[in-house]
Nanobody, 120 residues
Framework: QVQLVESGGGLVQPGGSLRLSCAAS????????MNWYRQAPGKERELVAS????????NYADSMKGRFTISRDNAKRTVYLQMNSLNPEDTAVYYC?????????????WGQGTQVTVSS
């Protein structure tokens, strides 16, 4: 079955950095676009970044441009999110996501989420 498992979250001070990882299994990882989403208290889940199957095309939400970097290692079936210059507004649960055709239709698959807390 499809599995996405995030890791790397934690508590960090403002201005600090974290690197999140998402380990994927159960599907052809190298042929799929991968995404990071986040959900902060009182806010809807929002797209943070996406990366194409080969890693050559990346997209970021405006608030993350210049601070966050998405990357992937297809041999390891892992996607990463490097987060720099973190501020308290980045506090959220971060989710790994992909969309695959299953049972005749496109379905969304999510990891369990990893908590990122930015606080002094």
């Amino acid at each position: 079955q499809v599995q996405l498992v995030e890791s790397g979250g934690g508590l960090v001070q403002p201005g600090g950095s974290l690197r999140l990882s998402c380990a994927a299994s159960g599907f052809m990882f190298s042929g799929t676009t991968m995404n990071w989403y986040r959900q902060a208290p009182g806010k809807e889940r929002e797209l943070v970044a996406s990366i194409s199957s080969g890693g050559g095309i990346t997209n970021y939400a405006d608030s993350m441009k210049g601070r966050f970097t998405i990357s992937r290692d297809n041999a390891k079936r892992t996607v990463y999110l490097q987060m720099n210059s973190l501020n308290p507004e980045d506090t959220a649960v971060y989710y790994c996501h992909t969309r695959l055709q299953r049972l005749g239709t496109l379905r969304d698959y999510w990891g369990q989420g990893t908590q990122v807390t930015v606080s002094s």
